[in-house]
């Protein structure tokens, strides 16, 4: 069933099926703040007690897309001869903060109910009507899928560029799990380095260090999530054939699976300090700070979209 519904000024839609219960705020970010798994009774997803905590820290609750994520020191780049200016929403650090659409506005455009299971689509136009259109002056849409079926929720994530210039881009998830009243664990399937950040900005240096073994979550059976303070980026890599993070619940056995295509270059491990009942696996393809550094694209994942061109990616949740 898909229900849509206004609340508190945004517009959201809600989907139940036999074994998923999601709410989707398409006036925000087309932003999943909520999915219960109805066979465990599990949430899954960190999910705001309001929509004015939501509008407060879009970026912290659900699955936020950012475009672009991580920090842009000066909130500024040059490229191709072109300066790109982004607004300034982190000045204690002099930064920009995942980028342009936190919090922004989309439209739903398509929903599906079959025997199959669930469909909602939604776009958002980035064009010259647009606020920050003048420091990032690029025609482009996006396209966000969700398919709710029996086993599994996809998400399918479309860019199109619709300018006539090439464009460079990154895209990530802030994607913030719900962590079991009962003790869990983590694993994500990262390198044995991750990036060296600055202090206390939390700008990438441009070198990669080894982790420590209080820093591995990429052994087999991971780390327990406890609530000591998390928060690294390490370059993803595909082990047994997948690149996922899964988080085990240690008393019913239960696993989250959260499994994303190679598209996504690194994973952003964070808690926010720890003990808070979350834990953030964010599935990115540039490096905070992308443009700034003097690294090549295939290190910092800056990716260049050519006009009348689309990209995708998509990433799956599977309780197991």
């Given at each position: 069933m898909i229900k849509e519904q206004f609340c508190d000024g945004e517009h959201l839609v809600e989907v139940t099926t036999s074994i998923w219960t999601a709410k989707i705020v398409v006036s925000n970010n087309a932003n999943m703040i909520s999915?219960?798994?109805?066979?465990t009774g599990m949430d899954i997803l960190r999910t705001p007690e309001s929509m004015t905590e939501l509008r407060k820290t879009p970026e912290r609750y659900g699955i936020p897309l950012l475009f672009p994520p991580g920090r842009i020191d000066g909130g500024k780049f040059r490229w191709n001869g072109r300066d790109y200016i982004f607004p300034l929403?982190?000045?204690e650090n002099n930064c920009n903060l995942h980028g342009l659409l936190c919090g922004a506005s989309?439209?739903?455009t398509e929903t599906m109910e079959d025997e199959t299971g669930v469909r909602i689509k939604m776009t958002l136009d980035f064009n010259p009507d647009h606020p920050y259109y003048a420091g990032f002056p690029h025609e482009f849409?996006?396209?966000?899928t969700y398919y709710f079926t029996e086993d599994t929720v996809l998400q399918k994530t479309t860019v199109f560029n619709c300018g006539k210039e090439d464009m460079p881009f990154g895209i990530g998830y802030h994607t913030a799990f719900r962590l079991p009243s009962e003790p869990c664990r983590i694993m994500a399937t990262t390198a044995d380095q991750r990036?060296?950040?600055s202090d206390p900005r939390r700008l990438p240096t441009g070198r990669l260090i080894a982790l420590t073994d209080d820093e591995r979550f990429n052994v087999p059976d991971g780390r327990d999530a406890g609530i000591a303070a998390v928060g690294m980026l390490c370059p993803a890599i595909t082990q047994n054939g997948f690149r996922d993070a899964v988080i085990t619940s240690c008393a019913r056995g239960t696993e989250i699976i959260y499994e994303v295509d190679e598209a996504f270059s690194l994973w952003a491990l964070w808690n926010d300090g720890g003990g808070k009942g979350f834990f953030c696996v964010e599935p990115l393809t540039w490096l905070s700070n992308a443009p700034n550094l003097n690294l090549p694209p295939e290190a910092t994942g800056l990716q260049i979209l050519s006009s009348g061109h689309?990209?995708?990616?998509q990433c799956k949740i599977i309780v197991r």
């Open positions: 999915l219960r798994h109805e066979p929403n982190e000045p989309w439209k739903l849409k996006l396209e966000l990036w060296e950040m689309m990209w995708h990616c």
